[in-house]
């Protein structure tokens, strides 16, 4: 949640068919180097106000922040510098996918996801907030479960009762008037988010954006209910057979078409920062000391702030 980028945003998938249409083509199959390669760093200032120091591929190359081991790359934060108050903050990631989508589905499969105190990562899309940005993963200080978020401008609104299998949280996405809570949804599976998700072995994310709905889904890794083209990816996916998404927002009280523009896929880690840092939300995650001070001080503490990815296909 919150202003995370400032052009196009987030990952999404996009149906060639009509929008009633469950079959899409695939147009990206992305693992090891072809994922890294389909991702530019951003080295902007946190617009989060996050402990952290967003470095370029060079770098994050340099200090083995970024690795490739055959078809996993996985994406680090700095866990061994003591930092000094007045530096800059710890080195981590943002990455933002080089095309752009509307229409489409995504699938990542994820194998590990950052956790621990301070942490706050995520895995979107947007140009916040005047065309949208959908929060697919999204959490902090490892605790709970996953929260999937849809942001808007003024004027888009989501029915009180839909057919999802997660907690509605708001109906109004307009950042403005809800303080940036927007419309999320609360993830019910427990192994959605942090150490339960990396304890089971990771699992699927999945988004169907259309211009009428938007619906992202979850399946645990040994999950008995993962869909065969999910497991096993083609060169098409039908959506038709997956069940009730954990988020869907319709376009009933939202004019999409004015609402969400084209979207990146965004995924970094931030530290600290407007939610995770905020005094109450980190210290009633049974967190010590302060998150800063917790951030400058604990290197050791982020050997598990990292994403892995197995692979990000993506079908339009």
């Known amino acids: 949640m919150g202003p995370r980028l400032f052009t196009s945003s987030l990952v999404a998938l996009v149906a060639v068919q009509s929008v ?7 147009s990206s199959s992305l693992t090891g180097q072809s994922f890294l390669d389909a991702f530019s760093w951003q080295t902007l200032t946190d617009p989060n106000s996050g402990r952290v120091n967003y470095i370029d591929e060079a770098t994050a190359q340099s200090k083995g922040l970024v690795s ?3 078809n996993q790359v996985t994406f680090r934060t700095d866990s061994t510098t003591t930092l000094s108050s ?3 903050g710890r080195d981590t990631f943002r990455l933002q996918s080089n095309d752009q989508y509307t229409t489409h589905v995504a699938v990542f499969d994820i194998v590990h996801m950052p956790q621990g105190c301070g942490t706050w990562p995520a895995v979107f899309g947007a140009n916040w907030p005047n065309e949208g940005e959908i929060d697919i993963v999204e959490g902090v200080n490892g605790q709970g479960t996953n929260l999937v978020t849809l942001h808007t401008s003024a004027n888009c609104n989501m029915p009180s009762s839909r057919s999802m299998t997660g907690t509605s949280g708001g109906t109004n996405c307009d950042v403005n008037e809800t303080n940036n809570e927007s419309c999320g949804v609360s993830v019910s599976d427990t192994r959605s988010f942090g150490p339960a998700f990396n304890s089971a072995g990771g699992g699927w994310y999945a988004i169907e954006r259309t211009s009428s709905l938007i619906k992202v889904f979850f399946w645990s890794r040994y999950s008995t209910s993962v869909p ?3 497991k096993t990816p083609g060169s098409t996916i039908d959506t038709g057979s997956w069940g009730t998404p ?6 009933t009280d939202c004019n999409f078409a004015t609402h969400l523009g084209p979207h990146n896929i965004v995924i970094d880690l931030d530290l600290c920062g ?3 840092g905020n005094s109450g939300v980190y210290a009633s995650s049974g967190c010590p000391s302060t998150c800063v001070d ?3 001080h604990n290197p050791s503490a982020f050997q598990t702030a990292y994403f892995t990815f197995n692979s990000l296909h993506i079908y339009e």
């Open 274 to 276: 407007t939610w995770a």
């Open 68 to 70: 490739v081991s055959g």
């Open 228 to 230: 065969s083209n999910v």
């Open 86 to 88: 007045t530096g800059p």
């Open 20 to 26: 009633l249409c469950s079959v899409y083509s695939q």
């Open 294 to 296: 917790y951030v400058n």
């Open 246 to 251: 954990i988020a869907y927002f319709p376009n």
